[in-house]
Structure formats: structure tokens, C-alpha cells
């Protein structure tokens, strides 16, 4: 891994999130934060700020790949799979998704609510394996 991003888990419990803030040469540039967990899966979001948006892409590749890894406190790795779900509309971050390693597993129609939109999900996961 390379030492542009650095990242720090802002809080610890698995019934809350985990947050993680992403650093591009001292310069907050996004944020991951890991929540619903199910055994050892649990939802991944990002979130990227404008001053980052040259380096989304390696960004999220570099803080997916951390977390996947972490391990806690008795050398276990916390997490076997991450998932993402993204509206089904949103193809921008469907393309982002799959250049960072994660690969399309499903669709959930009709997940969302919104009138007059696309209201499906599109799920994505990452595993160690994949990784």
C-alpha cells in the first residue's frame, strides 16, 4: 500500500460505524465509514470531497483494500466481505466501484422510494479473496 493516504477509525464498536478519513499529502480528501454488519460482512460508503476528485478512484482502491485487511484487536481480520449498494441510476459510481475491485453481485428492484426515478439498487462486493 502506498504511504499518500492514511486513515484512522474513528470509532471502534461494530454496533456503530467505522469511520475513515482519507488523507492525499496532509489534505482531507474523502471519507469511508463501514456500518451494518451481518457475521463478518458489512456495508462500505464513500464519500469524496471536490479538492479530491483527481484521485477518487486511487483513493477508494487504497482505503477498500485497508479495511478489508484490518484486523482488530486478537489478529482477526474484522471483515470477510464489504458491500456496496448504489442507486441504480448512479452509473458514475457503478464505474468507480467496479475500477476499484468490487464486482457486481445483483440488482433489488424497487429499493428505493423516490417518484419518478430509477428506484433500484445495484449491489457490489469486495472480498479478501478478490482482493
Known amino acids: 500500500m502506498g504511504k499518500l493516504f492514511t ?3 474513528v470509532m471502534a464498536d461494530r454496533k456503530l460505524n467505522h469511520v475513515y478519513i482519507c488523507r492525499y499529502h496532509g489534505e482531507m480528501v474523502g471519507i469511508a ?3 451494518r454488519w451481518e457475521g463478518f ?5 464513500f464519500c469524496s470531497f471536490s479538492t479530491g476528485r483527481a484521485i477518487v478512484v486511487p ?8 479495511i478489508i485487511q484490518a484486523k482488530d484487536e486478537q489478529d482477526e481480520f ?7 449498494y448504489i ?11 467496479r475500477k476499484c475491485g468490487f464486482v457486481h453481485v445483483g440488482t433489488i428492484p424497487l429499493y428505493y422510494r423516490f417518484p419518478n426515478n430509477n428506484n433500484s439498487v445495484e449491489i457490489y462486493k469486495l472480498t479478501r479473496e478478490i482482493s
Not at 460482512?41 to 460508503?45: F, L, P, S, V
Not at 474484522?78 to 456496496?84: E, I, N, P, R
Request: hydrophobic content about 40%.
Open 59 to 66: 483513493g477508494i482502491q487504497e482505503s477498500a483494500m485497508r
Open 33 to 35: 465509514w463501514v456500518n
Open 78 to 84: 474484522v471483515y470477510d466481505t464489504l458491500l456496496g
Open 87 to 97: 442507486k441504480g441510476d448512479n452509473r458514475l459510481s457503478q464505474k468507480i466501484a
Open 41 to 45: 460482512c458489512a456495508r462500505i460508503n
Open 7 to 9: 486513515f484512522y477509525s
